[in-house]
């Protein structure tokens, strides 16, 4: 069972190291991210953030929701607030 997680592990490494060959774009890189994470735990909802340093302020790159009804959040502007994306953004 550990071997099987390690091996898992060392797979998911590789798939998403060769990602970074790939000449999709943003949404699609991310989009294949997930499916790489998902194959190693339950991953149901995922979003990617990038952020300016110098703004007060980060846009969803890759948004995806179970629960969300609304239209799509991706390429969204958030303003730094006191949720946990903002926190790890101001402290690193």
């Not at 007060?56 to 799509?72: H, I, L, P």
């Amino acid at each position: 069972n550990e071997r099987r997680h390690a091996e898992a592990l060392q797979h998911a490494l590789f798939r998403i190291s060769s990602l970074s060959a790939d000449e999709g774009d943003q949404t699609t890189l991310c989009a294949k991210l997930h499916l790489i994470i998902g194959d190693l735990l339950p991953v149901k909802n995922l979003y990617v953030a990038e952020h300016d340093p110098d703004a007060a302020f980060f846009r969803m790159v890759y948004y995806v929701d179970e629960t969300w009804r609304g239209s799509s959040r991706t390429n969204e502007l958030f303003p730094y607030g006191d949720g946990l994306t903002s926190l790890v953004l101001r402290t690193g």
